[in-house]
């Protein structure tokens, strides 16, 4: 497998998915008849993407099994065991998506461990591992894009709580002003966390009654009252003056580390992860809610929010920046048929054209395959070198090397 091939790839169809975002992209119907959450790009077990070779279509992750070396490399394949240790999706949030975290390496080898010595059903509602892998993750705005991320100044927190919830939360916000910033929102989560879920849902109710009035000041209390009406007695409501609202504007990003708090909102992402599917939720979801597990895996310091810009390595792209060593995000934005040159030197790559439309060649290669939006090709790190001509943008996933 040395050449450059299409991908054909699934859609994920979850409740808080758009009916067109995705479709259109694809230049599918729109609107879909069902929501379309998330394009999965990669070899993830879940959903690996087929790839177009002289024969018909071929599951990736058999043509890694069966060609290591052409498709990841020397180097990644001897670093991540023979897998591609990404996975590239895109995103799109009409509803917000569960309040969450990833845990670390460590903390995922023994926490599938455990759950394994247990003989805990993969499918089992009370299972948290679904691998032994970390999940750090990248999220770039490709439409205007909403989230929460990481725990926001305590003294800032106090004091919107001091508004929001005088009766109900009033002796816990004085407590959180007392202690040391990390020990007093821990000791704080963990107490609002633990509470029954009548108490959980008079502050609910306390905070959106404040909030109501004055929705217009701040988007905080804009999102109490829209997540409200999602999850009527959900803790997670008042999450948005716990954690960092933040808004991204396309092209901006986002790095998410382990045991970081956060929920995406609404907008249309790319998202590039490490190849793992464990998640532990903190609220908006009906799903398996472990508290002494996320409590053990999360990261209770201030956070300022990082927001990324790519930043110009070589002509006609640019990096986001990120310590994963599983992946990097690029993009690539040509005008006017200028012309991109891959690098020699590099990683597996998977391309995916979001606008525009362009032609891409193998070097030496007199016959190109198009590039339109949409569309997604693999390219192998044995392919020599490559180029791109055209007008648009594309976004590049790969192993940093």
């Not at 177009?52 to 279509?57: A, L, R, T, V, Y």
Request: net charge negative.
């Amino acid at each position: 497998m040395k050449h450059i091939a299409y991908l054909k790839n699934t859609v994920q169809e979850y409740a808080w998915g758009s009916c067109t975002a995705i479709a259109e992209l694809m230049g599918q119907p729109s609107p879909a008849d069902r929501p379309q959450a998330e394009l999965w790009m990669g070899a993830h077990p879940k959903a690996p993407s087929l790839v177009s070779i002289e024969n018909g279509w071929r599951s990736l992750t058999d043509l890694i099994q069966a060609h290591p070396m052409d498709i990841l490399g020397r180097g990644v394949e001897e670093k991540f065991d023979g897998k591609l240790p990404y996975l590239f999706k895109v995103l799109a949030a009409v509803e917000p998506l569960s309040i969450q975290a990833h845990p670390g390496a460590v903390d995922a080898q023994a926490g599938y461990a455990r759950e394994e010595a247990r003989g805990i059903p993969f499918d089992a509602f009370e299972r948290n591992y679904i691998d032994p892998h970390h999940k750090p993750e990248c999220l770039c705005a490709l439409t205007p894009f909403w989230g929460l991320c990481g725990f926001r100044n305590v003294s800032e927190t106090a004091s919107l709580l001091h508004r929001l919830c005088p009766e109900s939360l009033g002796a816990l916000v004085h407590l959180l002003e007392k202690n040391t910033p990390a020990n007093s929102i821990q000791v704080f989560f963990k107490t609002i966390m633990d509470m029954n879920p009548r108490k959980q849902a008079e502050i609910v109710q306390e905070a959106v009654k404040h909030a109501r009035p004055v929705k217009h000041k701040r988007p905080e209390y804009d999102w109490i009252i829209r997540l409200h009406q999602a999850y009527p007695s959900d803790i997670g409501v008042i999450f948005p003056i716990l954690l960092n609202l933040v808004y991204l504007q396309p092209g901006q990003a986002l790095f998410l580390e382990q045991g970081e708090l956060h929920a995406y909102l609404n907008g249309v992402g790319i998202e590039l992860m490490a190849n793992s599917d464990n998640v532990l939720r903190g609220g908006l979801t009906s799903k398996h809610i472990d508290v002494a597990e996320l409590m053990r895996i999360l990261s209770f310091k201030e956070k300022a929010v990082n927001i990324l810009l790519p930043e110009n390595r070589e002509r006609h792209a640019g990096v986001y920046r990120t310590p994963a060593r599983e992946f990097e995000l690029s993009v690539i934005n040509l005008e006017n048929a200028d012309t991109y040159q891959g690098q020699m030197d590099r990683s597996v790559e998977i391309l995916l054209c979001t606008s525009g439309e362009h032609r891409i060649a193998e070097t030496g290669s007199m016959n190109p395959l198009t590039l339109d939006k949409g569309a997604s090709v693999l390219i192998p790190a044995a392919v020599p070198g490559y180029t791109i001509q055209g007008k648009g943008v594309i976004y590049r996933a790969a192993v940093p090397i």
